[in-house]
């Protein structure tokens, strides 16, 4: 009997399958895609690509279809103004980006860009918000394994208005970027005005990351970069975080396009944002 | 002055004087009202607001006497003769018996309703009555003038008549409601040895299901806006096995009635639908039991007395192995993997005294699954969901004709998730504790059945409490209990008026409020946090709103029917599913200042024929439904990524609409027996925040559903059933274009529901043999084939993308998952 109801077990496994489909639906790639951000003291990076058809295959052939890297890319400040520079990086996609040399971010100053390319132009504002100060950053290990460690970062929430926060990484030497960290973006509902304590567990991106280490390890130096945003690139930053979490899912519901930010419809976030910075090792 | 009026009635043969007098007076009034008769709504409003106030006394006696009138005013024909009403009910539920024939003095008079014999003074008394009511001893008595006008006798059940009766079954289909028996559902091939309530439901023309799961769509509406009602009593989670199966024990049903459409006034706070599931009750008599013994899981039922034609008592218990053969499987495994679910279903009917009887139910289920990556401890998840429900239904005889029921009911649901890399924890408890009192007064005879009544219900929702679990733990907001009340009144008419027209007209009127203990967290004018503190049962937000129903229904002749109605109703606890399926994880909602309740309109009509000749009988509805204040997630976000949001600040807010014909056509008498259903639909939704504010169509939208269900008595030992489904594919949202961000490919989407998928269909077979009797035992072994052609059916559809950008290369592919490719199952029933 056993043996028959393994056999059957079996069965309903052999039985379930799964097979490529096509699907034949109205495609809209070759959007512009910014990914554009501005801190307080630092110039202005941007990074331009291009969207691409769901189902079309990149290959060689036509990976440069993904690029955009004869835009011009203009940044205001008032009455100032600064065409970005295009720099050569061909350590990470998309090879190329635009980086300010004239204009530095300042807290509470509106920053414009304006992206002009094959003809079309394509505008957005954003603004640099008061940053919070990293009160306290440590790590702890987990009692049955050493090496698994968490940042602790403990900051005061200013509470005289709602803040937007994101938290970025980068191990030195190991990370060429500051990432995101795990479920990275969050506001101060709930403890508005108190000191808030925020475990940071490292994300990795199955695209650019070699490993899926979500821990640091013992001897790894860490910079936490604390974030602070307007709450239009903050929905944004919410919307991409749930489809990323949500893409492994296949019962996922992420079917949401973010609000555009830009006119003319390109698509990603111009991103002002008030940084403080941490540093701390793991022993 | 009730007892005056029997008095009066007793004597009124002797007493001439005062009867002449009694009769003008009443001829006065019979002219008045036989010119209203022409005009149906007048007399309904009339009798409505005549009724209300005689209600509202809450009188019994007045009541009696006052409806004792109307009756006689209405329904005598002429004033030589005096009516003399007989109401059968059962004595063990005290349900009035609906369907039974008349015989007096030898001649068949009244067939398939409530008994009304017209005496006249000259005839000879006394009189010879024979009764044959369905499924119950016949019996016999002799009528004298003396009788009281409405005489009630209680009848015990014919336990041989009544199997054979139930084969038989009734034949009139009615108009938005179909009924179910345990019957049904026992002939209708088996998903993995089991006989499913809610996959038997799957089948009836308009009621769409979510490919192979539980979930139920019926004419266009949500998942979340059907009403289903175990003994009265709400349940909110009924699915097993991640939704592939009900926790509806089949052995512990007795019967299921579910409306599409012209629901009476005495359901309410669902929008589509109302499934209600009367338990099976213990047996008076014997001990009886089932047990029955499947492939994935087994069962066992017993039922009996506890005290002879006094108290009875049933048990039922179900429970899978999978846990079991998988622990054999998977013992030396990396990995854990642990599955079980069961059911308990206990009830207990006491008649108190001959007018008296209370039945208690209680069920108890629990679903519970574990992964845990043993090799490395690197990943575990869990969940379980569990339902605790008890109810308590009073049934009381009041008068002859009026019976008071009552319902009270608890029940428990709560659901835990867990998900854990290491020792880091994901966790979200969500709970829904609802109490529930339920009073309703019915009055019933020949022409007239009037239902008055009062609900209360009390929700206490935990909505995805959600916390993460570290050494030190990320301390978010904790979300609090969400605490709502609604009180309903409801009053139902039914009017039959010169045997040919029957109007139902119903008024139910709903008070809501959400109240305290709350904490309201929000943002003043000055972009400030600021916070509300409600104390205690203090109200925070309040809706009140009356629901009109009506339904007229004409027999043209004796087999030709027509229908119309009109039904309006309000939902005010919500759930917006967060996954492209139905899972448990999915969290309810009640209704706040943001969350306005939802709204629907329905109209259909309807026509109905029994086609004699071919033992059919054959419907078809036309139906209308809009929706108002439908609601969606935001974002399509899982929810714990919106767990910094107050729990209403998570959805966009729209409206639908869906119409769609149906047919039905059944036969249930002969060696051969079942039914075909297909209904045409469409139903859209408008959502201002969602595709640009366009139109697109409901997930469930559903443009052809044909469902066949075939029964083949082949001789006593055999029989064969037959299932065939064919559904159009579900609507779904797909990516239209993909970009890097943040060193993350994301993606664009399409117009929401744009795609549709592979339509769904399957043939499902089953053989049931009945093996020899061992003396008290007898045995059935069913053999069932589920998806026989193997139809790959889409489940959902995913994404594989390969990437390596170091190469220069990216490529995505759409793949589908199709469960249940051909399933066969074997399962042995021994019933003694």
């Known amino acids: ?91 990470k996609f998309p090879l190329f980006y635009y980086e300010g040399s004239e204009i530095k971010g300042e807290i509470g100053k509106e920053y414009r860009i304006k992206v002009e390319l094959e003809g079309k132009t394509y505008e957005s504002t954003t603004s640099i918000t008061k940053p919070v100060e990293i009160k306290l950053l440590t790590y702890f290990s987990k009692a049955n394994n050493a090496n698994n460690n968490f940042l602790n970062l403990s900051f005061k929430d200013p509470g005289e208005e709602q803040n937007y926060y994101k938290i970025y990484t980068k191990r030195i030497g190991k990370d060429l970027d500051f990432k995101p960290c795990y479920l990275s973006t969050f ?80 698509l990603g976030v111009w991103c002002g944002m008030g940084t403080s910075y941490g540093i701390i090792k793991v022993k | 002055m009730m007892t005056n009026l029997i008095f009066f009635q007793q004597k009124i043969n002797y007493i001439s004087i005062y009867r002449n007098l009694f009769i003008s007076v009443l001829l006065q009034i019979k002219i008045i009202l036989s010119m209203l008769v022409f005009f149906n709504l007048l ?74 014999s017209n005496l006249f003074l000259k005839d000879t008394f006394p009189k010879k009555i024979k009764i044959h009511p369905e499924g119950y001893k016949k019996l016999s008595f002799n009528q004298t003038i003396n009788d009281t006008i409405i005489k009630v006798i209680k009848i015990s059940p014919d336990l041989k008549v009544f199997k054979t009766i139930t084969i038989k079954k009734r034949n009139n289909l009615e108009f938005g409601k179909i009924d179910l028996s345990n019957e049904d559902i026992s002939k209708i091939p088996t998903f993995l040895g089991e006989n499913d309530l809610i996959k038997s439901i799957q089948l009836l023309p308009g009621i769409q299901s979510a490919g192979d799961g539980n979930g139920i ?51 309410g706070g669902r929008i589509s639908s109302v499934i209600s599931i009367h338990s099976q009750k213990g047996d008076y008599k014997k001990w009886t039991g089932e047990s029955n013994l499947g492939i994935l899981a087994s069962s066992f039922m017993i039922s009996g007395p506890t005290k002879k034609d006094t108290s009875s008592i049933l048990f039922a218990v179900r429970r899978t192995y999978v846990d079991l053969i998988n622990k054999s499987i998977s013992k030396n495994s990396d990995y854990q993997t642990e599955y079980y679910f069961y059911d308990v279903n206990l009830n207990y009917n006491l008649k108190i005294n001959k007018n008296n009887d209370i039945c208690l139910s ?154 305290g203990p709350y904490s309201k967290y929000f943002y003043n004018s000055s972009n400030q946090l600021d916070s509300l503190l409600y104390s205690p049962n203090e109200t925070i937000f309040s809706y009140q709103n009356p629901e009109p129903r009506i339904q007229i229904e004409y027999n043209l002749n004796n087999q030709k029917r027509i229908y119309a109605s009109f039904t309006k109703m309000y939902q005010y606890i919500h759930l917006a599913p967060v996954s492209s399926i139905s899972l448990p994880t999915d969290t309810w909602v009640p209704s706040s200042a943001l969350i306005k309740p939802q709204i629907a309109n329905q109209y259909s009509i309807g026509y109905a024929d029994e086609i004699k000749k071919y033992n059919l009988n054959f419907t078809t509805e036309l139906y209308y439904k809009k929706m108002e204040n439908q609601i969606e997630y935001k974002d399509g976000a899982m929810s714990v990524l919106s767990i910094q949001n107050a729990f209403d600040e998570n959805f966009y807010f729209g409206s639908g609409e869906s119409f769609g014909i149906e047919f039905l056509i059944k036969k ?74 943040q060193d993350n490919i994301v993606n664009t989407y399409g117009a929401k529901n744009s795609y549709r998928i592979q339509p769904y269909n399957r043939l499902d077979i089953s053989v049931n043999y009945k093996l020899k009797n061992l003396g008290r035992f007898k045995n059935v072994v069913n053999f069932s084939i589920y998806n026989i052609y193997a139809r790959q059916n889409p489940f959902y559809i995913y994404y594989e993308t390969a990437i390596n950008l170091k190469k220069f290369f990216i490529e995505t592919k759409a793949k589908q998952v199709s469960l249940f490719t051909i399933l066969p199952s074997i399962s042995w029933r021994c019933e003694f």
Not at chain 2, 76 to 90: A, E
Not at chain 2, 712 to 738: H, Q
């Open chain 2, 217 to 267: 769509y019926v004419r266009g509406g949500g998942m979340d806006q059907n009403l289903v009602l175990y003994d009265d009593v709400q349940l909110y989670n009924f699915s097993h096995l991640f939704g592939f199966l009900s926790v509806f024990n089949s052995k512990s049903i007795s019967k299921v009635r579910v409306y599409k459409g012209g629901t009476p006034s005495n359901y």
């Open chain 2, 362 to 515: 209680g069920l108890l289920t629990k679903d519970d699954f574990i992964y845990n990556d043993r090799k490395s401890n690197a990943f575990q998840n869990n969940m379980s969901w569990n339902n605790k429900l008890i109810s308590m239904n009073w049934n009381s005889l009041i008068k002859e004709n009026l019976t008071f029921h009552s319902t009270l009911g608890y029940v428990d649901y709560d659901l835990k998730f867990g998900a854990g890399i290491y020792n880091y924890k994901l966790n979200l408890f969500s709970r829904i504790k609802d109490f529930t009192s339920k009073q309703k007064f019915v009055f019933k005879n020949k022409n007239y059945t009037s239902q008055l009544g009062f609900e209360y219900n009390n929700h206490n929702i935990l909505p995805n409490n959600f916390n993460l679990d570290g050494e030190k733990g990320t301390k978010y907001l904790k979300k609090s209990n969400l605490y709502s009340n609604d009180y309903n009144i409801f009053f139902d008419q039914t009017f039959i008026i010169l045997d040919k027209l029957q109007i139902n007209a119903g008024l139910r009127y709903v008070f809501y409020n959400q109240k």
């Open chain 1, 1 to 91: 009997m056993r043996i028959l109801i393994l056999l059957f077990y079996t069965s309903i496994l052999a039985f379930s399958c799964s097979k490529e489909i096509e699907i034949k639906e109205d495609q809209k790639g070759d959007q512009l895609v910014v990914e554009g951000y501005i801190e307080n003291d630092k110039y202005a990076k941007v990074y331009l690509t291009k969207s691409t058809n769901y189902f079309t295959k990149i290959d060689t052939t036509n990976f440069m279809k993904l690029l955009a890297n004869t835009a011009k890319v203009t940044v205001y400040s008032g009455d100032q103004f600064e065409i970005l520079t295009l720099v050569k990086d061909k350590k």
């Open chain 2, 43 to 116: 007399i309904l409003k009339f009798v409505l607001i005549r009724n209300l106030i005689m209600y509202f006394k809450l009188n019994f006696k007045v009541l009696y006497v006052y409806i004792s009138l109307s009756v006689l005013l209405l329904s005598n024909s002429s004033f030589s003769q005096i009516s003399k009403q007989y109401i059968l009910v059962d004595n063990q539920s005290l349900n009035t018996v609906e369907r039974y024939d008349v015989y007096v003095e030898g001649k068949l008079i009244n067939k398939d309703s409530v008994f009304i």
């Open chain 2, 668 to 741: 249930e008498i002969g060696k051969w027996d079942g039914w075909m259903g297909y209904t045409l639909s469409k139903s859209i939704r408008n959502f201002d925040a969602i595709s640009d504010g366009k139109t697109f169509y409901a997930k469930n939208d559903r443009r052809h559903d044909l469902s066949t269900v075939i029964n083949y008595e082949y001789n006593k030992r055999l029989d064969f059933s037959l299932v065939f489904v064919f559904k159009s594919g579900n609507a779904m949202t797909i990516p239209t274009s993909r970009y890097f961000i």
């Open chain 1, 187 to 266: 506001n101060d509902f709930g403890f508005n005005g108190k000191v808030f304590d925020f475990e940071i567990l490292s994300s990795y991106s199955p695209v650019v990351d070699s490993d899926s280490e979500r821990f640091f390890l013992k001897g790894d130096s860490v910079i936490v970069k604390l974030c602070t945003m307007e709450k239009k690139n903050h929905e944004y930053w919410k919307n991409i975080e749930a489809q990323i979490a949500i893409s492994a899912n296949p019962f996922g519901l992420s079917n949401n396009n973010p609000i555009s930010l830009f006119s003319n419809n390109a």
